[in-house]
């Protein structure tokens, strides 16, 4: 038995689907059931009933689950003080947005590329919405993420930038709403405005927060799954939208929109780097947390932290 095996079956008694669990693991379907095969083979038993909906576990599988947690920590602690002697060696897999695999990840990762060499970095990216809770259901290591001030309490954060979040408009033809104008003229103004929004998100919270606060009923022409979807529909002129400077800033469409002359008054986007707490006992992703605490200042999401 080795420990990704364990890893896999724990994976599987939480998701109780192979598909789900597979992905979860990063590896395909048939080398997953083949680790899972394997497993029952070397305990000569079986751990999961499998049909075509459906994964439950058997009355042995359940007790293996009660106990697999307990045993992979324990290697994880035999390991670490192995390995604290040797080189470091693994994976870590980080999720980002792709303004955030250029803005920051360069300076994150060289320092940690230099100081372990042997451990293989995956990247994924994609909407940063997601991010979160992709740490949170165990999908990635590490995430690239905005702190929307509630947080889950298992999960520590710690700045790297300090963002506002700002109405953009097209370049060619702007819409014509002034910087002067009042709050209790907003409403007028901004009815019949297209906006083009992040479906989901900190960013979202707060321009929906600001929309009810100002009796302001959004026109809503387009929601994005991502920043720098919601700067290419601006630039080709379908309305008004709402990005985090740092997006606008690091875009190769920086000349074709601008920055509307009304800006709303919402809180900064703190953009940085999140983690489940437990997962900090893996020597990797231990190692990494320390080299970024020590070459930033953070701010901290969880206690001990």
């Not at 049909?51 to 009660?66: E, I, M």
């Not at 997962?279 to 990797?284: A, D, E, Y």
């Amino acid at each position: 038995m080795n420990s990704e095996k364990l890893q896999h079956f724990i994976v599987l008694a939480q998701t109780q689907h192979f598909a789900r669990a597979a992905e979860r693991c990063h590896v395909s379907p048939s080398t997953f059931s083949r680790s899972i095969a394997q497993l029952e083979e070397e305990l000569g038993t079986q751990l999961v009933e499998r049909d075509n909906r459906s994964v439950a576990l058997t009355s042995q599988g359940h007790k293996l689950a009660l106990v697999a947690r307990q045993i992979l920590q324990q290697w994880n602690t035999l390991s670490h003080s192995v390995q604290q002697q040797e080189e470091l060696e693994g994976s870590l897999s980080i999720y980002c947005s792709v303004t955030a695999s250029y803005s920051f990840l360069y300076d994150i990762l060289a320092n940690f590329r230099q100081a372990h060499p042997k451990i293989a970095i995956r990247v994924h990216t994609g909407d940063p919405a997601a991010a979160i809770e992709r740490v949170r259901q165990g999908h990635e290591d590490i995430a690239i993420a905005a702190n929307d001030s509630a947080l889950p309490s298992n999960l520590c954060f710690r700045q790297i930038a300090h963002s506002p979040l700002v109405f953009i408009t097209p370049q060619h033809n702007p819409w014509p709403i002034a910087a002067s104008t009042k709050k209790s003229a907003l409403a007028q103004a901004f009815s019949g405005v297209p906006f083009i929004l992040s479906e989901q998100g900190v960013a979202r919270k707060r321009i929906n927060s600001w929309f009810t606060k100002h009796k302001i009923q959004p026109t809503i022409y387009a929601q994005a799954a991502g920043n720098e979807a919601i700067v290419s529909m601006v630039s080709l002129g379908f309305g008004v939208g709402l990005v985090p400077a740092i997006v606008l800033d690091n875009s190769p469409l920086l000349n074709k929109v601008q920055q509307l002359d009304y800006q709303p008054e919402l809180a900064a986007y703190d953009v940085g780097v999140c983690v489940l707490q437990k997962r900090l006992k893996s020597p990797v992703i231990h190692a990494f947390w320390e080299l970024l605490s020590s070459s930033r200042t953070p701010t901290k999401n969880c206690s001990g932290q």
